[in-house]
Every structure is written in C-alpha cells, then in structure tokens.
Nanobody, 114 residues
Framework: VQLQASGGGLVQAGGSLTLSCAASGSTFSSLTMAWYRQAPGKQREFVARIYSGGSTNYADTVKGRFAVSRDNAKNTVYLQMNSMKPEDTAVYYC?????????WGQGTLVTVSS
C-alpha cells in the first residue's frame, strides 16, 4: 500500500486547510483510513479515523473543528481542518492498517501562525 499525503502549508490561526491522502496498492474502499500528527518534540498522536462504512471518530482535541471524509472513486481520504490553532502545528500523516501492518504516508507539514 502506498500513501501520498498533500495539502500542508502555512495558515493563520482561525483559518482552514484541507489535507488529501491518495492511496494505491489495495482495495481502498475496504480500508480504514486514519490521520495522525506529530508536533516538534512530541510523540505522534491520533487525529481522526474513517472506516470503510463511513463512520468516523476523532481525538478530543480536534472534535468539532476537523472532519475526515473519503472518496472511494478517487482512492483518497481528506482531512478538513477548520478554526485552526497554533497547537495544530505538526507534520500530518495518513495511515492504514492492512495485511498485518501499518502503512504511513510521507507526512505533510502544517504550520498555524498566531
């Protein structure tokens, strides 16, 4: 499975940004897809997840501000980030677990200025 994340950049606090992650090498529609992030000097943490059926769950820190979605026709998962805060600054990674292992995208940097 190959995952390619994109869409990171610099945004002001209160602004919005959408990340995309394109997947290949597996049947995308059957995959549970997730977003994680890693801030400087911190451990990687869970952000959001979307299951094959479309149900979602979120970390408390982003609930109500971020929305994860998927387009199975495009083999792509999205992370819509609204009302962004400086503490959202991190490298964001897309992830899936299949064939008994984790797969990670290369990460995309999101910087939120105050």
């Amino acid at each position: 499975v190959q995952l390619q994340a994109s869409g990171g950049g610099l945004v002001q606090a209160g602004g919005s940004l959408t990340l995309s992650c394109a997947a290949s090498g597996s049947t995308f529609s059957s995959l549970t897809m997730a977003w994680y992030r890693q801030a400087p000097g911190k451990q990687r943490e869970f952000v959001a997840r979307i299951y094959s059926g479309g149900s979602t769950n979120y970390a408390d820190t982003v609930k109500g501000r971020f929305a994860v979605s998927r387009d199975n026709a495009k083999n792509t998962v999205y992370l819509q980030m609204n009302s962004m805060k400086p503490e959202d600054t991190a490298v964001y990674y897309c992830n899936t677990f299949t064939w008994h292992r984790d797969y990670w995208g290369q990460g995309t940097l999101v910087t939120v200025s105050s």
